[in-house]
């Protein structure tokens, strides 16, 4: 379905004072590729985070890239705790603005699901010892998730000591260069962990009924706000079930997320899962009713994500009015210029969409003007 200016998913949405070319983002991925192990992005971000950018994205957004050490989710997993790091990210943000795409981070805290192998094909899965660069985890409190192991409670001063670490990473990456920050308060990572009653059993200020669970969130939300430009968006990632009984659910996700709007939250990037081992009914759009019951319950912008794979069906999730914006991952895997694909079966002329002037002699439309040999 399109509009007398052409498919939704090509129009540009404004957030605060950042625009996006159009509504097609990339969602934050794992590559689990700093073989060092000292969370520094190498040329293998470069080329996965700006071949995306080359293909028409309107965001690209990082993987989960931890806020201190101890918060990766593996020994390879990208960081920005440091000035190395910071550095090395700049060179990607350049990369991306320069193919007229925003990129944006996603901070992260891995919490109880911290220290574990990457599982690459033929590598070791469940947590990683000391020998192979891991640690001992935290958590809200020493509940483990199956299969890992029982995580150090959070003390007073270590939850003050994450706030400050989750604005400072926000800091640096204004001086990287991003143009937009999201909290991962998903899949079973730290900010989720505090949220979902099966795992947060705290009896103190920080657990308890739903006022409780939320309260170490929103003092991270917050710390970043203030730590981020206000001319510039600011998402948060949220898991809307934990698709178990007793657990995280979408009317909770909906309560917290009329919060997050009015602590100055621009977008809530709505997935599911994570935090418990579930059954999970996956399929095409499978997560999308989630956001569109945000969005509508809430009143903020919201992304969709979730087995979207075809032009059709991404550009019918926003004639439905279910998000402002769809995220893809594996489909962006298999092909790092699906919007250049979109842009042609949903009626757009190679000079509508978003060719790098190098790859017009590619596009994907017979128009009868070819570009020079």
């Not at 939320?214 to 203030?226: E, K, T």
């Not at 934990?242 to 009015?262: I, K």
């Amino acid at each position: 379905m399109t509009t007398s200016t052409g498919p939704l998913l090509f129009q540009p949405l404004t957030l605060r004072q950042t625009t996006f070319r159009n509504r097609i983002w990339v969602a934050p991925m794992c590559q689990y590729s700093v073989p060092e192990q000292n969370g520094i992005p190498t040329d293998w971000h470069l080329v996965h985070l700006g071949a995306r950018a080359q293909g028409g994205f309107g965001l690209v957004l990082t993987e989960a890239t931890a806020v201190v050490p101890e918060g990766r989710i593996s020994p390879q997993d990208t960081g920005l705790w440091n000035d190395e790091q910071t550095q090395a990210w700049s060179r990607i943000t350049a990369f991306i603005a320069g193919q007229g795409a925003r990129s944006g981070v996603q901070l992260a805290h891995a919490g109880r699901k911290a220290s574990t192998h990457r599982g690459f094909p033929g590598e070791p899965t469940g947590p990683a010892p000391a020998s192979d660069g891991g640690w001992e985890p935290v958590g809200p409190s020493p509940v483990a998730f199956t299969g890992l192991v029982t995580p150090h409670e959070m003390s007073a001063a270590d939850l003050d000591d994450t706030v400050e670490a989750f604005a400072a990473a926000t800091r640096r990456a204004l001086t990287a260069g991003f143009d937009v920050v999201e909290l991962h308060a998903a899949h079973g990572y730290l900010l989720h962990q505090f949220l979902s009653p099966l795992s947060n059993t705290r009896t103190d200020a920080h657990g308890g009924d739903f006022d409780g669970r939320v309260a170490f969130p929103l003092r991270v939300v917050d710390a970043v706000r203030d730590a981020w430009p206000s001319d510039r968006p600011l998402f948060v990632r949220l898991s809307a079930t934990d698709w178990a009984p007793g657990g995280w659910d979408l009317e909770q996700t909906v309560r917290l997320s009329r919060l997050l709007r009015e602590h100055g939250v621009d977008l809530v990037d709505v997935s599911s899962g994570g935090n418990v081992r579930a059954d999970i009914p996956v399929g095409p759009g499978y997560q999308v009713p989630f956001s569109a019951g945000v969005r509508s319950g809430a009143g903020i912008a919201t992304g969709a994500v979730g087995l979207i794979t075809e032009p059709d069906q991404a550009e019918q999730v926003l004639a439905n009015g279910e998000a402002d914006a769809v995220l893809l991952a594996r489909a962006a895997l298999r092909e790092p210029a699906w919007p250049l694909r979109a842009a042609s079966e949903l009626g757009l002329t190679w000079r509508e969409a978003p060719y790098p002037p190098a790859y017009v002699r590619g596009r994907w439309d017979d128009a009868p003007t070819r570009a020079r040999p």
